[in-house]
C-alpha cells in the first residue's frame, strides 16, 4: 500500500501543525476544500430567506436549497419531495418517531436491534412510555452480528415497527437490512433505517430497499455539522399530520383552523439551516467526483492491516465481524478511557467507551471498547504509528 492518501491533500486540516492521526471519523468526517469552499461562497455571495419572497435573490436562494434537496434526494434514489432536512440524524429519528406517535395502540411492538445507537433507541423507548408499547431486541450472535434466528421469533410477534442501523457505529457490524426490510414488509410492519454511518460507505438506494424511513447526517459524510435528513416515502407522508407548527409549513391560517402544505413543507416549520443544506449537497457532489469503490478499497485495506497490527497485541482481541471502516477493539486488564487518554498524548485522536451503545457494550459483556474509525484521509503509517503507541501504551498500564 502506497505510504500516502491520494485523497489527503484535499483536506486542509491536515496541514495544520499538531493535528492528530485522526481515527475518529465514524464520530463526524474532516472536510475537503470544495466543500469548505462551497460554504464560504454561500455567505460570501450573499443569501435570502427561502420559500417567501419573490425577488430575484429570494428565487435564487429558494432555487438552490431546492436544489441541494434533490440531490440529496438523488443520493439515495429518493424523490425531493421525501427528504424533510433535520439538524441530523438524531432529530430526524425523534421526528420520525413523533410522526409516528398515533400509528400504534397500547401493546403494539417496536422491533430493535441491541446494537443500536442511543439515537435510534431513546425516542423509540420514550414513544413506547407514552403510548405504552413494547420494545423487543435483535441480540447479537457469537460473531457480533445480528442473530438472524432471534429475528425470526420477533417476527412472529408481529411487531408494528422495526427501526434498525445500517452499520453500527460501535462494533462496526453491517446488518443485513434488506432481508430485515423484506421480511418486515411482509407482516405490514413500518421499517426505518439509521443510515448515520452508512451513508459515507455504501451504496443506498431506498426503493430497492423499499423502506419506509431512512435518516443521516451530512458531518458524517464530508458535510458540516447541524444538517441531516429524514428520508420517508412519500405514500406515508401524504397520510401523516405535522407535528411542529409556524411559518412556512402552512397554506392558510386562519384564526381558529390553519391548513397545511405537502410534504416536505409541513414538516419543516421556520427557516431551515439553508448554507447547511447547500453545504451537505456541495458534500455528495464531492464524494460522486471522486473514486468511491477506490476510497472503500483504500479503507477496507487499512482495517485489515488495522487488525493484523493491533490484535498482534497482547490483550487485544477484534469485535467486529468484517472490515469496513468502523474497526472495534475488546482490550483485557485495563480500562480502553486510560488508553484513549494516553494515546492522546502521542496526538492519536480515538475513542474509547461506550460509544451511545450502552445496552451494546453491555450484552458484549464489556466495560468499553477502543474504536478505530478510518477515513479516505488515514495512511498505513497512521496504523503502524497507532499499532506502536497502543503496545507501548498497554505496556505502561501493565506496570
Ligand atoms: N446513529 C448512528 C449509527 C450514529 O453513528 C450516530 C452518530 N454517532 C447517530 C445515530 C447520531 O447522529 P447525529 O449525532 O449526527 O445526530
New binding site residues.
Partial sequence: MPDSSPWRDQFPCFSEDDFPIYFDS??TSQKPLSVIQAMDQVWRSGLANVHRASYRLASKSTEQFESARATVAQFIKAKPEEIIFS?????AINLAAQLLENQFQPGDLIALSVME?H??LVPWQQLAKRKQLKLCWIELNKNNQLDMQCWQQILEQRPKLVAI?H???AIGSINPIEKIISDAKKINAITLI?A??SITHLPIDVKKLDCDFLAF?G??LFGPTGI?ALYGRYQLLEQLPPVQFGGEMIRQVCRDYSEFQNPPFRFEPGTPNIAGALGMASAINWLKSQNQPAIEHWQQQLAELCREKLTAIDGVSALTPNTGSIQAFAITGVHTADIAMILDEQNIALRSGHH?AMPLIESLGLAGCLRVSIGPYNTANEINALAEALEQAMELLAE
Fill in positions: 465514524a464520530a439538524k441530523g440524524t438524531t432529530e445507537h439515537a435510534n442501523s452499520i453500527s457505529n439509521d448515520a454511518q447526517s458531518h458524517k441531516g451511545c
